[in-house]
């Protein structure tokens, strides 16, 4: 009997799959092994789908009726499911296969963490009256896409960051060669981070107006709130460090791993370290 | 990429004395960059070290001088700081004099039209393409014309002595988006700085059955009295089958001079609005309605027993004392749930006790000459509301608008150019070379797709219709 925990487990371990194939195909230098690649991640981002959409018809089989949107668990499945749809569709508009790795490896590692992890509770659970609210699906999927963005950049200005500050000819041969070059991936980093500013402005917002129907103050320097805004603000730094002479390149590629940590922290690191409204994203 | 035109002009600019230069400055993205680190800074000091603290939690936590530290910086009560609000007024300022600066260079750059340009300049461009076509100069245009208006944008011939030159561009528009993100900014700090002015936030709780216009602000404790009040018909929380709640919900009426206006069910998530002060259920329990309370004198042995409603006084018969209930603990001291009483006596200062329900024979249990026995305990439940008024929230709202649709066009929309000459190869010649280029402030990758496809379209036209002959003029 097919059920979402079966296609989740297969989702995790093709995602794996795909992960290394990505990679063979980079250190290789061998393009089917991308295509590849592209082929598994494409499978696998329908079954994630499939398995999405039957643990959501499952929560109204017991009587809870909600989108898989509620907790830990969920919210890692659909971080995964985002940065694998960001990732295919930049894939095909640019037809690079090569930046596939890091995407790939980040949709693993969630999937991973959420199934593996000892904390975390994938059972499908009854919503707390305060997260019944059609602003917050719009506000958990709009951040997630915001992060994902974040996360495909941060894999481009860590390959930015390889390839400009390595000693010797990368242009011409050698797994740095067979990217594409640095100003290339300057500008796709550059798509990439507006996408994701785009995103999060509107999840940050959303999230806002969501507060404000629920408890009537649309900001209220929340830990979880106050450090997206904190990533907002780095993001923000960037795309107008830009806009400086001189700023272009390294700064921005390291402006863009500064943001993801904050990323990282503001959803990780607050759940764990600190507390606040958001505290039942823990569990 | 475009480089910026604007920045360009800006560093034309030198020697403008101290005002100007302080002027530069305060519309200088640097500041705006060092602004953003700070605040990000900031908000992530204010994480870290927990917010609201009273006096006395201060000098519990802290060392007496890191206290003083952190009292002078306001650091416990960081949002509110003068000097973090004085960031966001910088803020502000940055952004209004980074606009006066740009705004008008940035309309200038749009009106600008372009009347000379020509075939070498055109392939100095990174992005340029020239091809050569059996046709001469006048055959050419119409198709140029042709192609280029139907695949790109319309064409605006600026004609050079011996060439034919075009320009075409989509997208001017898109570079006053910038200011829309920008505006929308200043509109949420002004709608935020709007409601803290006049609005107000407070809490009310209301036991079930009856009415309040009370509203305990949560600024400094003080009371507001609404003018209507709020009756509170029913609440009422139901559960999972796990325990976890499922919702809470208050039936509530709007008493407004003695009618009844609105009839009205509010739950987390769904609030009601009356006259411009909106209701939110925030939290529910349970308080004290009424007791029933044993007085017995101790000099003379007489027992009375009186049913005290919560806060109400009441005689003691036989007595000029009066006597009511202030305080209700549902646990006090770990010793269980226990009543405040106080006694009021003419020519005495009142004189009261925490009576212990559960333990009678406890010995505190007297107030002035009676021993209090409690017998009975009804309580009701109540509904906590939230309770705000926010003139501001609609500026908020219309700037959060604007900065949705401003950055999802920042994102998309960008200002391509295309240009296009056609000179002759040879005086009088059947032949000409056709030079194209384009530009693009963003996206340049699919802008080089757009570029690349419309110039195979172009060589297609010119060089498969020849065959044909003329196509029809227009
Ligand atoms: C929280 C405040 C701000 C936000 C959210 C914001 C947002 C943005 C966004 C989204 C862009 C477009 C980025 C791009 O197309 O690459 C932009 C561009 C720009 N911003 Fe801001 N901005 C803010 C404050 C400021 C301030 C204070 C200044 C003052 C100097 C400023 C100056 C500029 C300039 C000059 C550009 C245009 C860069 C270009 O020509 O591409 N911004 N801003």
Redesign the pocket.
Known sequence: MINSSILLSITTFSYLLCTILYMAGVIFRYRPLLTGGTLVGVVTFLVQTAGILLRWIESYDLGYGHAPLSNLYESLVFAAWSIMLIYLVFEFRTRQRTLGVFPALFAFLAMAYASFSTGIDSRIQPLLPALKSNWLIAHVITCFLGYAAFAISFGISILYLLKRNHPGNPSSSGVLGFLPSSKQLDGFN?QMI?FG?LWL?VGIITGSVWANSAWGTYWSWDPKETWSLIT??VY?AL??A??IQGWRGNRVAWLSVAGFACVLFTYFGVNFLLSGLHSYATR | MDH?P??RLENMQKNRGLPGSLYDAL???K??LF??FALAGASLVGTLLPQGLAPEELKARYSPSIASWVDTLGLSDLYRAHWFQALLVL?CV??I???IQ?LPKTLKILKQREDSFDSHKLLKFNLNHSFTAQLDRDDARPRISNVINKEFAPLRWVDQPNAFCAVSEKGRWS?L??YG??LS?LMILVGALIGSLYGFKGFMTIPEGTSSNEVTLFSDDRMAILPFEVRCDKFDVTFYDTGAPREFRSDLVIVDQGQEVLKSSIRVNDPLTYRGITFYQSSYGSMLREAEVEFKDRESGKVHTLVLPFRQTRDIPDSRDTVQITQFSKNFHQFGPALGIVVFREDHSPTGSMILADKPEFHGNKVMNYQVKVLGIKQVPYTGLQVKQDPGVWVVYLGFTL?ILA?VV?FYASHRKIWVCAEEQRAGGVSSRIVLAGRT??NASTFEEDFNRLCERLENELTIHTARGKPDDQ
């Open positions: 550059y507006l500013f402005s907002w603000l923000a795309l107008h830009r806009s | 910026h604007i920045e519309a200088s993205l500041l705006t602004l953003f803020l940055n952004l004099a980074c606009t740009r570079r988006m910038v993100v920008h900014v900065m950055v920042t402030n963003k």
